[in-house]
């Protein structure tokens, strides 16, 4: 079993690398990234790539798996159309390859919320990959949408730091109704990632929040 992991540098992509070199089902991973990783294993092949250029790379993107966390934020892209870029054009771009290269199935890290007619861009454009993604016809296909995601980022991200912040102090506001809207480590997240490409289903799978949790135990 090769998997193939985008966004192998962020908050979830570096935890799927790291549960997937430890996890005895998984031969080989290839982490595509923008600049190399500080991290070297012999079943692991870091493949650094152009986004723009992605195409140029797809004999290299060959795996039975493809995970995909890649993501950015909109104050990080600095415009919507730059976020787009990232979060549409290029995920859409990968899975294309990996259709071709004939990848069985897709796992994607989506949102909470998506919603491709949504006023808001970020769930708007989240349902619009979720949608496009789901077009290409993976055997599997599953969609993650998890709440606020916790965990240890590189960089300065003072937004998703303070949403931590008060979501420690009111945890016991997600109990009932609100459950479902509980944040989410994201280390937990990439366990369930790399369990949903074992799982027996076939089709698309949409799972959402609170379900994750429990993805993320078998
Ligand atoms: N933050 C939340 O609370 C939340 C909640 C639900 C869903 N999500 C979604 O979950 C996904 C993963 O989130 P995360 O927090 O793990 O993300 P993250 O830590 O910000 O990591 C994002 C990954 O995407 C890569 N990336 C970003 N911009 C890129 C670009 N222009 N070209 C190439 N690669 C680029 C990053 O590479 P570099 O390391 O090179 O920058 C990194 O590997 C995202 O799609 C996000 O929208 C987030």
């Not at 982490?31 to 790379?57: C, F, G, Q, W």
């Not at 054009?89 to 491709?116: M, P, W």
């Not at 077009?135 to 998890?146: C, E, N, Q, S, Y």
Request: with cysteine.
């Amino acid at each position: 079993m090769t998997v193939l992991i985008l966004g192998a540098t962020g908050l979830v992509g570096a935890k799927c690398v790291q549960h997937s070199l430890a996890d005895t089902r998984i031969d080989r991973v290839i982490a595509v990234t923008r600049r190399p990783m500080d991290t070297s294993h012999p079943k692991l092949t870091n493949l650094i790539v152009d986004y723009e250029h992605l195409e140029d790379y797809a004999d290299g993107m060959r795996a039975d798996a493809v995970l995909s966390a890649l993501g950015t934020t909109l104050k990080q892209a600095g415009s919507p159309s730059k976020f787009r870029r990232v979060d549409y054009d290029y995920q859409l771009r990968a899975a294309e390859i990996a259709r071709k290269n004939g990848t069985k199935t897709f796992v994607l890290l989506s949102s909470g919320g998506a919603d491709a007619k949504s006023v808001l861009l970020y769930t708007k454009v989240k349902g619009q990959i979720e949608a496009a993604i789901t077009k290409l016809g993976f055997d599997r296909l599953a969609i993650l949408r998890p709440s606020l995601l916790l965990g240890e980022r590189q960089g300065h991200r003072p937004a998703e730091a303070m949403a931590t912040w008060v979501s420690d102090r009111l945890s016991f506001v997600f109990t009932g109704a609100l459950k479902r809207f509980k944040p989410i480590e994201g280390d937990i997240v990439a366990q369930a990632m790399i369990n949903a490409v074992q799982k027996p289903y076939t089709g698309v799978r949409l799972v959402e929040n609170l379900e994750i949790f429990t993805w993320a135990k078998s």
